[in-house]
T-cell receptor, first 110, second 113 residues
C-alpha cells in the first residue's frame, strides 16, 4: 500500500457547488496532514494544515481528519473557476519528511 | 513570507553532463527537500536534509547526490545526466519540529537531450 493515496480521477463541479476530495494514508503514526493546491505549471502552495481529529475551516475550505480510519478530506464550498487546479494531499509521520499523494485535478465549470 | 528560490526556471542539458540545481531559502529552516514531479507519478522525494552537512535518501536517490554546506542552501547534483531525468524538480523547506508545513520553490523544468 502506498503511503498516501488519492484515488479519485478528475473531478468536475459546477460553479458554486461543493468539491469533495479524499485521501488515505498507511502509517498510523502520522501526525500532520496538509493540502496543497497546484496550478498548471506552478509549484504547490499550502492551503490547509490539520493536526487533530475533526474539522478545520478556513474560508471556503474545510479539512477533515479521521485518524482511526486513516483518512483526511478537503471540502471546497462555493467552488469558483479559480479553484480549478490539482490538489495534493501530504502526510508527515514525524520523521521530518513529507509523503505526497498523486493529486486530484479539480475543474470548476462556469 | 517564506521565500524558497531555485536558481533556474528552465534548463536544457546534454546526456552525460554533470548538472547542479541550486535552492536557497531565507527563513532559517532546518529541513530542506528535493522532489521530482512527473505526470502520473506525483511528487517523489529524492533527498532531504535536516541539518547542515546532514542528508538522507528519499524514495528515488539513484543517479542523484546532494550538498548542504550552509543552512540556507541545498544543492541537487545529477552526476551524469540521462534522458530519464527529464522532469520538474521542486525544492522545499520546512522548520522543526517535524510536521510543520513545507514551502516550495518555483520549480526547475530540466530537459536532458
Amino acid at each position: 500500500q502506498k503511503e498516501v493515496e488519492q484515488n479519485s480521477g478528475p473531478l468536475s463541479v459546477p460553479e458554486g457547488a461543493i468539491a469533495s476530495l479524499n485521501c488515505t494514508y498507511s502509517d498510523r503514526g502520522s501526525q500532520s496532514f496538509f493540502w496543497y493546491r497546484q496550478y498548471s505549471g506552478k509549484s504547490p502552495e499550502l492551503i490547509m494544515s490539520i493536526y487533530s481529529n475533526g474539522d478545520k475551516e478556513d474560508g471556503r475550505f474545510t479539512a477533515q481528519l479521521n485518524k482511526a480510519s486513516q483518512y483526511v478530506s478537503l471540502l471546497i464550498r462555493d467552488s469558483q473557476p479559480s479553484d480549478s487546479a490539482t490538489y495534493l494531499c501530504a502526510v508527515n509521520n514525524g520523521n521530518n519528511r513529507l509523503a505526497f499523494g498523486k493529486g486530484n485535478q479539480v475543474v470548476v465549470i462556469p | 513570507d517564506v521565500k524558497v528560490t531555485q536558481s533556474s526556471r528552465y534548463l536544457v542539458k546534454r546526456t552525460g553532463e554533470k548538472v547542479f540545481l541550486e535552492c536557497v531559502q531565507d527563513m532559517d529552516h532546518e529541513n530542506m527537500f528535493w522532489y521530482r514531479q512527473d505526470p502520473g507519478l506525483g511528487l517523489r522525494l529524492i533527498y532531504f536534509s535536516y541539518d547542515v552537512k546532514m542528508k538522507e535518501k528519499g524514495d528515488i536517490p539513484e543517479g542523484y547526490s546532494v550538498s548542504r554546506e550552509k543552512k540556507e542552501r541545498f544543492s541537487l547534483i545529477l552526476e551524469s545526466a540521462s534522458t530519464n531525468q527529464t522532469s520538474m524538480y521542486l525544492c522545499a523547506s520546512s522548520n522543526r519540529p517535524a510536521g510543520t508545513e513545507a514551502f516550495f520553490g518555483q520549480g526547475t523544468r530540466l530537459t536532458v537531450v
